[in-house]
């Protein structure tokens, strides 16, 4: 998330223990047409923001990826989320921690199956 986007992230690496990322990301112009339908807050000025604006800080959201925290899940999202999949990935990254934690990290891959 850039620097600018007015959404501190740095905190987040100095949190304890196993921090898990789920990254949403769809095309831009589908993120544009959500964030258009939302109702917000008047303080965010939305109503200022022109519409070549808006999509340019949107395609610099996406090109910026994710936080970059050590275990990140993509979830593409422009079409319905099966939750199943990404509740199963976390499964696996929590699994996957706790093993290396134990020091049974010589065969983790084997070891999810």
């Known amino acids: 998330m850039p ?3 007015g959404t501190p992230t740095d905190w987040l ?3 304890r223990g196993d921090v898990v990322e789920v990254h949403c990301t769809c095309a831009p112009t589908v993120a544009a047409d959500r ?4 109702h917000r ?7 200022q923001r022109d519409s070549s604006q808006l999509d340019r800080q ?14 990140v899940i993509t979830v593409e999202t422009d079409q319905p989320v099966d939750v199943a999949k990404v509740i199963i990935a976390l499964d696996h990254v929590i699994r996957r921690s706790v093993l ?3 020091g049974d990290a010589s065969d983790v891959d084997s070891a999810m199956t």
């Open 35 to 38: 964030f258009r339908r939302r």
């Open 100 to 102: 290396v934690q134990r």
């Open 41 to 47: 807050h008047a303080g965010h000025l939305d109503q």
């Open 3 to 5: 620097a600018s986007s």
């Open 58 to 71: 949107i395609v610099a959201h996406i090109e910026a990826g994710p936080i970059g925290l050590e275990h």
């Open 13 to 15: 690496r100095g949190l």
